[in-house]
């Protein structure tokens, strides 16, 4: 069995989400209510990088901090609202191109025993 080495390369990677809009409420007048627009927030800001064939990847950081909205963007999913160049092997990504290098690892279950 054959492994497929991958480059991994992302340009200036953003993500832009929209927050609903939503209808405020002041105590001053308690029977009207105001609707605020709908907003977007970039929750990712110009991500640049790349992982060469044989590299691990650690994606750190606080929580909310969008690592796993990067890791589904690697992964082609929530396309929607990004911007910028992710490609394997100088390929942008496509369905055939995910069809081509998908495979699933198997890891075994974690217990006790195994660790031992």
């Known amino acids: 069995m054959s ?26 007048r308690p029977f009207q209510f105001k609707r605020q627009s709908a907003m977007e927030k970039e929750i990712l800001h110009g991500i ?7 590299e691990v990847l650690a994606i750190m950081g606080p929580s909310g901090s969008g690592k796993t909205t990067f890791l589904n963007l690697m992964g082609g999913r929530a396309l929607r609202g990004t911007s910028g ?22 890891s075994p279950p974690n217990s006790l025993a195994n660790s031992i």
């Not at 640049?48 to 044989?54: D, E, L, R, W």
């Not at 160049?85 to 198997?106: E, F, G, M, P």
């Open 3 to 28: 492994v497929a080495l991958l480059l991994l390369q992302f340009v200036d990677v953003k993500h832009t989400v929209a927050i609903e809009s939503r209808f405020s409420w002041s105590a001053k």
């Open 48 to 54: 640049t990088g790349s992982v060469m064939p044989g």
């Open 85 to 106: 160049n992710i490609t394997y092997n100088d390929i942008k990504y496509s369905k055939a191109l995910k069809r081509r290098y998908n495979t699933h690892v198997h």
